[in-house]
């Protein structure tokens, strides 16, 4: 198996992990960037230089982020079978227009949404078009060369993310579930679901496979699974909790809180973020808040005030329960 690295230009992101395995009759590339020259390059360039014949080539997609996927038209062959999984189909079918609606109605600045949809790597750099996909799903079987891959469902950072286990290797391809120097982005622009708690059982469910090495879509390989998911729950914990802080003071929309919150990058002030950088603040900010109302609808009998609209009433009192989220984490 090699690694590609696809540069990601200008996104903070810096680089994609791409996976290649080459097999007796096809080889398999894991991932592929940006629909962009500068990924596409160095994608031919990679696969030039390890002697891969993109006719005998197959394709696996852990998830529909454009850097992930972008590049699956231009590298398919005609035989060429790319594999997808069903919920991140259809979400990549279901246009920008409720999400902008739903951002908007979290307190994201209507003058500011044209820039955050033209600038987001999703709207610039997914693929122009679609091939025929093969739907894979979870516990299926994947065999290429030296390696028997089943397939994990690990729902979080999107709804039908995919990994690839090999058991007998002890060898994880994580995608974006686990990553060792940034934490994953768990986005919510939806009125339905709760994708951190998808994301945490996710994060149990790898928990407890026996795994030596990690092959995550970006930065570095993880040696130690357990402890680095760890870590990401404590991260969610302390984010949860840090929004509950932010509420003491009264209610307010996802958009507010996010512009209150501790973010890892390196700019002055929230009016310095770019505008991406805030809409996948609020992303995430939203997801908090979902799994804070989930919670409180989950057991109310330890909350004194039922939510009667989502998260504008989760205010101080709910704090002193702050034992409840503790308990939630560690089920
Ligand atoms: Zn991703």
């Known amino acids: 198996m090699y690694t590609i690295e696809i540069p990601l230009p200008g996104n903070p992101l810096k680089a994609l992990n791409s996976y290649v395995i080459k097999g007796t009759d096809r080889n398999l590339i894991i991932d592929t960037g940006f629909n962009r020259n500068e990924c596409f390059e160095a994608m031919q360039a990679g696969l030039k ?23 699956v038209s231009r590298l398919a062959a005609k035989d060429s079978i790319v594999y997808f999984n069903e919920p991140d189909l ?17 307190g994201f600045p209507e003058d500011q ?18 091939p025929d996909y093969t739907i894979l799903k979870d516990n299926d079987k994947l065999d290429i060369g030296a390696y028997h891959f089943t397939c994990i469902q690990t729902p979080g950072h999107t ?17 974006d579930h686990i990553l060792n120097d940034i934490t994953p982005n768990i986005a919510c622009f939806s009125e339905y679901g709760d994708p951190l708690q ?3 059982n996710s994060l149990n469910r790898i928990e407890k496979l026996d795994i030596d090495l990690v092959l995550p879509g970006h930065r570095s390989l993880i040696n130690n699974h357990r402890a680095r998911i760890e870590e990401l729950k404590i991260h969610h914990n302390q984010r949860v909790n840090e929004i509950l802080e932010i509420l003491k003071n009264g209610p307010k929309h996802a958009f507010r809180i996010a512009s209150l919150m501790k973010w890892n990058i390196t700019y002055k002030s929230w009016d310095m973020f770019p505008v991406s950088q805030k809409w996948f603040a609020t992303g995430e900010a939203i997801t908090h808040l979902r799994f804070l109302c989930m919670l409180i609808c989950y057991y109310p009998v330890f909350f004194p005030h039922r939510i009667f609209e989502e998260y504008l009433y989760l205010t101080q009192d709910f704090y002193k329960n702050s034992l409840i989220l503790q308990m939630h984490f560690s089920g």
């Open 49 to 71: 230089e390890i002697g891969v014949d993109l006719d005998r080539t197959d394709i696996f997609l852990t998830h529909l982020h454009a850097d992930h996927t972008g590049l």
């Open 198 to 200: 998808d994301y945490l």
């Open 113 to 130: 949404l044209e820039a955050a949809f033209k600038n987001h790597p999703g709207y610039k750099y997914s693929p122009e078009k679609m």
């Open 90 to 106: 259809t979400d990549s079918k279901s246009g920008w227009d409720k999400m902008l609606a739903y951002a908007v109605a979290n």
């Open 159 to 175: 709804r039908g993310h995919m990994c690839l286990y090999d058991s007998a290797k002890r060898l994880f391809i994580a995608g």
